[in-house]
């Protein structure tokens, strides 16, 4: 069984000025508008397609990867982050339509039940161990009517490599948390949230997948 991750180190590491300030382009090869980011969003597209959204809270917002992607949809946005350089630096990205943005944990979250049509949640949830991305699922449930999350899982030829390459003595790293998707459908339902859609990206070389839910 795969370690779970030290959530703990992970709140504090993003807590860093100097770790924020390099993040987009160390993550994702040209910034909040490279490829990588532009591949994603297209996934989230595909994945609320047709479904009626007015207010989205994109939790965690990072450094505003999708901020100007949200409002220029005509979507209504706060951005939450537990991390305060974070959320300044996803100010850099505000226009007509962001309603505000605020430090908040995901575990508990300062919203009223139903109050919001969408929470994205990207690029997190395997960062959380499984007890604490329970909870997460459970307030994501709470105050949206629908939930897109984005997770890794076990049927990727990539994962395999990486693993292969570092059993051979590469340094490589392998994160820690993988889904299969029993495993996922466990964790859902019991967080009261069931997947209505599926949104594959390069299967079987990537370990991306993007989930729409709803409330069960």
Known sequence: MSAEPDWQSKKQHYQRGDVVAGYDDRRFKGGVSGPKSERKWRMILKATRGVS???VLDLPC???RFTQRILEHGWKLVNGDISQ????AAREYAAPG???SARMDA???PFADGSIDL???IRFLMHVPRDVRIRIYREYARVARHVVIDVRHKYSLGLWWKKLRRA???RVKVPEHRYTLRELNTDLQEA???CVRRVWNMPPFSEKLVLLCKRA
């Open 53 to 55: 959204i007015a207010t």
């Open 168 to 170: 051979l003595g590469v």
């Open 119 to 121: 929470v994205m949640s």
């Open 192 to 194: 009261g949230l069931q």
């Open 85 to 88: 350089p974070m959320l300044t």
């Open 107 to 109: 575990e508990k979250l």
């Open 62 to 64: 990072g450094t505003g």
């Open 98 to 100: 962001l309603l505000g």
